[in-house]
């Protein structure tokens, strides 16, 4: 398919289902030295390290070389990162990777016609980013603006694998609304979300609880995220859905300024 001058592609598989990560990493950099004209190519290899699960350096070096593309490689980073508990950085990394790959349209229409043959990689790359974008809100306690994104994703058109990965975390996420204290800190948050974003400013004490809680947990990204959006309830650009911050990004205005767009 995309390997003619040497079968990669074999030795690669061979390597990552016998473990062998000394020869795999040194495959895997020359592979990369070789295609790495070849977006589609390196994609491909990204997935079969991902259904392996590999962790390795390679993500990192495709995604600083196409930080914008919409081949999942960056939400399979996000992988590695959430399996080591970086989940503020894993939600950045994947809202950014879903911003880029659904916009505000149908995201399908988006894709130049030769990456549809990619279209169930595009799909995992959607359903995998929407879990780990939705994991940092349930992380924080934030459960039902979870189930809201998770319940978004599942509106899009995906194939059945893509839609269980949802489903199996719907589940979950159901299951652990009906704990009462999961209840109590989801309720503040929803006092956050449909009240102090929507302009209610009797809600002040949902934003210190949530501003307490990124701080608790140390999430440097969340917590300025959260920042900017009291900046915006001020200056009364309120929410009037919660799901109108999912797809919002910092941006540097200028040296001193941010802003959420």
Not at 69 to 85: H, V
Not at 101 to 115: C, E, N, S, V, W
Not at 163 to 184: H, T
Not at 220 to 225: A, E, L, P, S
């Amino acid at each position: 398919m995309f390997f003619k001058k040497k079968d990669y592609l074999k030795d690669i598989q061979k390597f990552a289902a016998e473990r062998d990560f000394v020869n795999l990493e040194q495959t895997l950099d020359l592979f990369f030295d070789e295609y790495k004209e070849n977006l589609a190519a390196l994609s491909h290899i990204g997935f079969i390290l991902f259904i392996n699960g590999i962790n390795s350096r390679y993500f990192s070096k495709v995604v600083e070389l196409y930080p914008s593309n919409i081949l999942p490689t960056s939400i399979f980073l996000t992988n590695i990162w959430a399996s080591q508990n970086m989940f503020d950085e894993a939600a950045v990394l994947a809202r950014k990777y879903l911003r880029d790959t659904l916009g505000f349209t149908d995201y399908l229409q988006k894709i130049h016609p030769d990456l549809l043959v990619h279209k169930k990689l595009l799909q995992l790359g959607v359903a995998l980013g929407l879990i780990h974008v939705s994991s940092i809100y349930t992380d924080l306690g934030s459960l039902s603006h979870s189930l809201r994104l998770i319940n978004y994703g599942l509106e899009l058109d995906l194939d059945q694998d893509s839609r269980s990965y949802l489903l199996r975390e719907k589940d979950l996420l159901l299951k652990d609304l009906n704990q009462e204290a999961v209840k109590n800190s989801d309720t503040i948050w929803e006092d956050f979300w449909i009240g102090f974003c929507k302009g209610d400013l009797t809600k002040k004490y949902a934003l210190d609880y949530v501003e307490s809680k990124t701080r608790e947990k140390k999430y440097f990204n969340i917590n300025q995220r959260i920042g900017l959006i009291e900046s915006r309830v001020r200056y009364a650009q309120f929410f009037n859905d919660p799901k109108d911050e999912f797809f919002l990004q910092i941006k540097q205005v200028n040296e001193n300024t941010l802003t959420l767009i």
